[in-house]
């Protein structure tokens, strides 16, 4: 089955869901932001989909409103959002509970959580994305699936809660992992050294912590308990108070963990 939707919101789960749902056989009626440059970006990349810069959807032919903002605009977005009757509302965030859209205008209401990181500048390929669905209608989370299942075989039922815990996890795994990239890569380059040298270690970290599970995979100095070693890298990382603090409680829990 396929669905009129109107996406509002102009970020980086826009930018590539809109394009998606499009290639997937749906119509994208308006695309919402406050930047008209914004919009256009995304716009020019679909079809047909019409400018909106303002939050009157009364008049929309869209059955489904897709909210993907950033969390703190969800809850004003939702209660400001004008929609026709029988519209379904839905937020693609992993950690604002489903009850912040029950005061909107929507008939019904749900979460449309699409479990990756998204970036302007690479390409996504949604057949291998996660969906994480919710909904107190049972109706509206049958099209939630169905709307899913156009996109990805990967759909799940999770309940607030349930998706909260799971968004924790999503921030150790990704965005914390990214973050100690980018604290390796400047280590490397103050020292002058190139980057390139670690990349097969990365990608074989990864690897083996998928393929093993992380507990099992654990290697290095915290896991041996070598003092030394880790006294070592601590003084060596004086210059940044934080960095060598990070390093320390990390060292610290990995010590204490095994």
């Known amino acids: 089955m396929k669905y009129k939707i109107a996406i509002l919101g102009t970020g980086n789960v826009a930018w590539h869901l809109a394009p998606a749902l499009e ?6 009626t308006e695309v919402f932001g406050r930047n008209s440059e914004k919009i256009a970006s995304i716009t020019k990349r679909l079809y047909t989909a019409e400018s909106k810069e303002d939050l009157d959807f009364s008049e929309s032919e869209a059955e489904i409103f897709i909210l993907a903002v950033s969390d703190d605009a969800i809850s004003d977005l939702a209660d400001q959002v004008i929609l026709p009757e029988e519209s379904i509302l839905v937020h693609t ?27 302007k500048d690479r390409s996504i390929d949604f057949a291998e994305v996660p969906f994480l669905l919710e ?20 759909q799940f039922m999770l309940k607030s809660k349930d998706r909260l815990a799971l968004h924790v996890a999503a921030v150790f795994a990704s965005n914390f992992s990214n973050h100690m990239l980018r604290i390796s890569e400047e280590i490397m380059a103050r020292q002058g050294l190139d980057f390139e040298m670690m990349k097969p270690l990365i990608i074989e970290t990864l690897s083996k912590s998928l393929e093993l599970g992380a507990r099992k995979a654990q290697t290095g100095p915290a896991i041996r308990t070598d003092l030394h070693t880790l006294d070592l890298h601590y003084q060596f990382l004086n210059y940044n108070e934080q960095v060598a603090e990070i390093y320390r409680l990390i060292s610290q829990d990995i010590i204490d963990s095994y």
């Open 23 to 28: 290639d997937a056989g749906h119509t994208i």
């Open 93 to 119: 965030s992993g950690s604002v509970p489903l009850e912040i859209l029950g005061y909107s205008s929507a008939s019904y209401t749900g979460i449309l959580y699409p479990l990756q990181t998204f970036s």
């Open 135 to 154: 909904s107190e209608d049972e109706t509206t989370l049958q099209k939630l699936k169905k709307l899913a299942k156009s996109l990805s075989p990967l």
